[in-house]
């Protein structure tokens, strides 16, 4: 193979001069004349690819707006609204008036059953439970047995009566025939008041004998002896039970049952003193309990307590409740509420108050765009409306919508 130095390249004669460019210029001389024409080209391109962005740019830049006004500002103790401000707009102003005011008091009350119709079956003495008569919510007359008892006390009290009974028997039979004999002029006089003595002293031995027996509800003889019979004092239910049947009763300040008639209960309320002027007997109570929400009932006040609790400063107020259905139980929790007569009072919307951390306050309408914040004192409420007890005249005029913006 053939190499060539690259000074002896074919097509150039040897010994030409070096001194003539060999680029692509002097190779290629229609390249050469198109490069000036693409240079153009690709600076055109350029621009063009670079002009949309910096157009774009520049028609993004917005002129200098003009500042806008500051919704609201202070001057003092006011808050202004200032011409221009979008808040004017929004703002609602109202003036306040009197106007009549149905309040309704709430006081706290437990259930209670009347006291004449909650009677505790306390045995009198101790001995054993032989048989109970009613169970738990077994319903009861007045005068059914309810319990059987075997009781050496009631044993030695019968025995005390018939002794004492013997004794007068005996008495009365040595009185007769002292008479007789004395009557006849054949006993002497001091025999004859000694034995009317011994009758008067066995008549009173028996009659304390029988007493005895009655106070403790016996009968003269019941079975045996020792055999007791409780009776029921009132017709209701057994409400509670506390013995066994065959057990042995030694507490004779226990009961063993306890028996109630609830077709009636009262509901006692703790009323604030400060409300006792609007409660007064026979006044119509509204009752709303926690087991039945959804159950509103009434009643009538029946007493209004004498004393005031010192520590609560409220008043046992008595209300009496018709319970046909037995829904009411003793130890339920309540809230009784009574009606106090209309009075005239500063109403405002509720939506007009602001609620802040320690207090509530209004925006008071001072002219002129000014508002002036104001702490008040709230009462009750009733339909919308919010009774104030301070800080607010009838006549002034109060943000009613749209406070919230201005704090």
Same mark, same amino acid.
């Given at each position: 193979?053939?190499?060539?130095?690259?000074?002896?390249? !074919?097509?150039?004669?040897?010994?030409?001069?070096?001194?003539?460019?060999?680029? &692509?210029?002097?190779?290629?001389?229609?390249?050469?004349?198109?490069?000036?024409?693409?240079? *153009? *080209?690709?600076?055109?391109?350029?621009?063009?690819?670079?002009?949309?962005?910096?157009?774009?740019?520049?028609?993004?830049?917005?002129?200098?707006?003009? !500042?806008? !006004?500051?919704?609201?500002?202070?001057?003092?103790?006011?808050?202004?609204?200032?011409?221009?401000?979008?808040?004017?707009?929004? *703002?609602?102003?109202?003036?306040?008036?009197?106007?009549?005011?149905?309040?309704? &008091?709430?006081?706290?009350?437990?259930?209670? =059953?009347?006291?004449?119709?909650?009677?505790?079956?306390?045995?009198?003495?101790?001995?054993?439970?032989?048989?109970?008569?009613?169970?738990?919510?077994?319903?009861?007359?007045?005068?059914?047995?309810?319990?059987?008892?075997?009781?050496?006390?009631?044993?030695?009290?019968?025995?005390?009566?018939?002794?004492?009974?013997?004794?007068?028997?005996?008495?009365?039979?040595?009185?007769?025939?002292?008479?007789?004999?004395?009557?006849? %002029?054949?006993? =002497?006089?001091?025999?004859?008041?000694?034995?009317? #003595?011994?009758?008067?002293?066995?008549?009173?031995?028996?009659?304390?004998?029988?007493?005895?027996?009655?106070?403790?509800?016996?009968?003269?003889?019941?079975?045996?002896?020792?055999?007791?019979?409780?009776?029921?004092?009132?017709?209701?239910?057994?409400?509670?039970?506390?013995?066994?049947?065959?057990?042995?009763?030694?507490?004779?300040?226990?009961?063993? $049952?306890?028996?109630?008639?609830?077709?009636?209960?009262?509901?006692?309320?703790?009323?604030?003193? /400060?409300?006792?002027?609007?409660?007064? +007997?026979?006044?119509?109570?509204?009752?709303?309990?926690?087991?039945?929400?959804?159950?509103?009932?009434?009643?009538? +006040?029946?007493?209004?307590?004498? *004393?005031?609790?010192?520590?609560?400063?409220?008043?046992?107020?008595?209300?009496?409740?018709?319970?046909? %259905?037995?829904?009411?139980?003793?130890?339920?929790?309540?809230?009784?509420?009574?009606?106090?007569?209309?009075?005239?009072?500063? $109403?405002?919307?509720?939506?007009?108050?602001? #609620?802040?951390?320690?207090?509530?306050?209004?925006? +008071?309408?001072?002219?002129?765009? /000014?508002?002036?914040?104001?702490?008040?004192?709230?009462?009750?409420?009733?339909?919308?409306?919010?009774?104030?007890?301070?800080?607010?005249?009838?006549?002034?005029?109060?943000?009613?919508?749209?406070?919230?913006?201005?704090?």
């Amino acid at each position: 193979m053939t190499r060539f130095l690259a000074s002896e390249r !074919p097509g150039r004669p040897h010994g030409q001069p070096h001194g003539r460019p060999h680029g &692509l210029h002097q190779r290629h001389p229609l390249l050469a004349a198109a490069w000036p024409v693409g240079g *153009l *080209l690709i600076s055109v391109a350029m621009a063009a690819c670079n002009g949309p962005s910096e157009t774009q740019a520049a028609a993004a830049t917005p002129a200098t707006a003009a !500042p806008q !006004p500051a919704p609201v500002r202070r001057e003092g103790n006011l808050i202004v609204v200032p011409e221009g401000s979008p808040l004017r707009e929004r *703002l609602q102003v109202a003036e306040i008036a009197l106007q009549p005011l149905q309040t309704r &008091l709430s006081a706290p009350a437990t259930i209670e =059953a009347e006291p004449e119709k909650l009677v505790r079956i306390t045995p009198p003495v101790a001995g054993r439970l032989v048989r109970l008569h009613h169970q738990l919510g077994d319903a009861v007359k007045a005068g059914d047995a309810l319990i059987t008892m075997d009781s050496s006390e009631i044993s030695s009290v019968r025995a005390e009566h018939a002794k004492a009974q013997a004794a007068l028997l005996h008495a009365r039979q040595v009185f007769d025939r002292q008479k007789l004999l004395f009557d006849a %002029e054949i006993a =002497a006089r001091k025999d004859y008041e000694a034995a009317q #003595q011994a009758l008067a002293a066995a008549g009173a031995d028996a009659r304390a004998a029988s007493d005895h027996l009655s106070q403790l509800g016996a009968a003269v003889q019941e079975g045996s002896r020792g055999s007791y019979v409780v009776k029921s004092p009132i017709s209701g239910r057994v409400v509670e039970m506390a013995g066994s049947q065959g057990g042995y009763w030694n507490d004779v300040n226990a009961s063993v $049952m306890t028996v109630a008639d609830l077709r009636k209960v009262w509901l006692s309320a703790s009323v604030s003193e /400060r409300d006792l002027a609007h409660v007064d +007997v026979g006044q119509q109570a509204h009752i709303a309990l926690a087991a039945y929400p959804d159950l509103q009932l009434q009643g009538r +006040v029946q007493y209004v307590g004498e *004393l005031v609790d010192t520590a609560t400063r409220s008043v046992k107020v008595r209300v009496a409740v018709d319970n046909p %259905e037995g829904r009411l139980r003793p130890g339920m929790f309540a809230r009784v509420g009574f009606d106090a007569p209309a009075r005239q009072a500063v $109403m405002v919307p509720a939506a007009a108050l602001l #609620q802040g951390q320690v207090s509530t306050r209004v925006f +008071v309408d001072k002219g002129g765009w /000014r508002f002036e914040p104001r702490d008040v004192q709230v009462g009750a409420q009733q339909d919308g409306q919010a009774e104030i007890l301070s800080g607010l005249a009838a006549g002034e005029r109060v943000v009613v919508n749209g406070g919230v913006l201005l704090q």
